[in-house]
């Protein structure tokens, strides 16, 4: 089979699609011996197959294992099987473990898993030299994308393009789609709530373009509603977390099924038994009171708040709510039938659900083969500088959030003085700034199932997010201005420029005033998000 690859990896699952040439459509795809099928009921009642492989890796001694090959082994609750890799390495959390006497960090893990998601692939698609698609979470950060193009290399891909999830589901959704009309995706996966309002327009060329009006965003996923069960279970049973961390791998998995139960069932019982004393630890779970925890914990309000802010986000260009044609659910949370009642009871029946589980892979498809679209920048970055004043440093915004891309013209101009005499090199700090809010989740510390060196589960409570919302994006070349002669402190020397071109890059325009020789012109510094 040849064709186009996309990857779309998930906090729960990964799936794999390829642009068939000769069908002229983009399709999901089993990868031999670690993919599994979920199957679903569409809108029409149709039963519906989509291949995907578990987002699990494990090491047995120099031995590594992932996907479907983790539960042949009977590795599930080993203490080397690494899970909900992506929403870890989303958020910077680093944990090792002993893995045959070396420590694996989760970002290593993710990058084995990944990479040999892409081996075995590529063993089975004759992909050339193709170039492939990889899905980026819309609230994902710089380092993310550095993770992720870092595994491209590290597995021989010279040839790959990004792709914010939000577009490629509207893209996957794409034979519903109608030029001028204005949609929503609601994309609730395994990590994150991603909302984006997107409108299709055709091109010169009789073509289509995604163009993205408003975007929101939540940490908050199918692995947020496993912790509410875990946690919900453990006080159902009278137990602390150390109480039962020897079998909360175990403790895990029946929780994981029983919201999976949930979702098409009207009930689950969650049984472990302690394999060193014999105890038994249960809990019954109806699917109204699955329902009343997802209320206690702030869900519905997270869900309408996010959507909202996307609302809002769109509103801010233009774009007027009540003309959304049809809303589009994405990912397997947004199977739980509270979750769909929770957006129909905004939008009615102009709430579609038929692709939830393969529209952000087909639609990563249908973008490397060419299908355009449109975005915007999602984040605000900024320069910062020190404020002798205050005796701080603050921040200078470049690019506000929403910035259409290219620009036309500069930005933003600023002088680039020395800080002390003689100084040969200057530079400038970038950052990343992104919005992270947590909306209503609950009262009391926010608290993250995590698992430690030994491989068990326990609750870590959450950094503030402003701990995480400024990451420093050219820390490892921050002067790049080179002062010929040497450069006097205070000297208004250095005027720059910054523009974004076509490819998403912040760039910049030096002078030199005292040559009068133009140093840079339009050179890309960073990458944007």
Known sequence: MAGRLAVDFGTSNTRVAVWDEALDEAGTVAVPDVSVTARYEDSERRTIEVPYVPSLVAYEGTRMWIGKQVADKGLLESGTTFRWMKRYISNRLEIPRKVDGRAVKISEAGSDFLTRVLVYAAEFIDLGDEEVAFTVPVEAFEHYQDWLIGVCEAAGIPRYRLIDEASAAALGYGVKLKAG?????????????????????????????????????????????????????LEKNGKAPEDIRHVSGLLLLEVERAKETLTASDRADIVVADPDTGEVFSAHYSRSAFEDLLEENGLFETVHAVMNRALSDAGERGYEGDRIAEVLLVGGSSLIPSVRRAVRQVFGRRVSSHRPLDAVVLGAAAFVHGVDFYDHVQHEYALRYYDRETGEHDYLRIVPSGTPYPTDGPILDVMVSASYDDQEFLGLDI???????????????????????????????????????????????????????????????????????????????????????VLFDRHPLVKLT
């Open 181 to 233: 009309d204005t949609y929503m995706v609601f994309d609730f996966g395994g990590g994150t709530l991603d909302v984006s309002i997107v409108r299709m327009e055709s091109t010169s060329v009789g073509g289509r373009r995604c163009t993205v009006l408003g975007k929101g965003g939540a940490e908050i996923g199918g692995a947020t509603i496993d912790k509410w069960l875990y946690r919900d279970f």
């Open 431 to 517: 950052y990343e700034i992104g919005r992270k809010e947590c909306f209503s989740c609950g009262e009391g510390p926010q608290l993250d199932l995590v698992f430690d060196p030994s491989g068990a589960a326990r609750f870590q409570e959450r950094q503030e997010p402003e701990v995480m919302s400024r990451f420093w994006m050219n820390e490892k070349c921050p002067t790049f201005i080179e002062a010929r002669p040497k450069a006097r402190r205070g000297d208004k020397r250095f005027p720059v420029q910054f523009s974004v071109d076509g490819n998403k890059r912040l760039c910049v325009t030096v002078r030199d005033k005292r040559s009068g020789k």
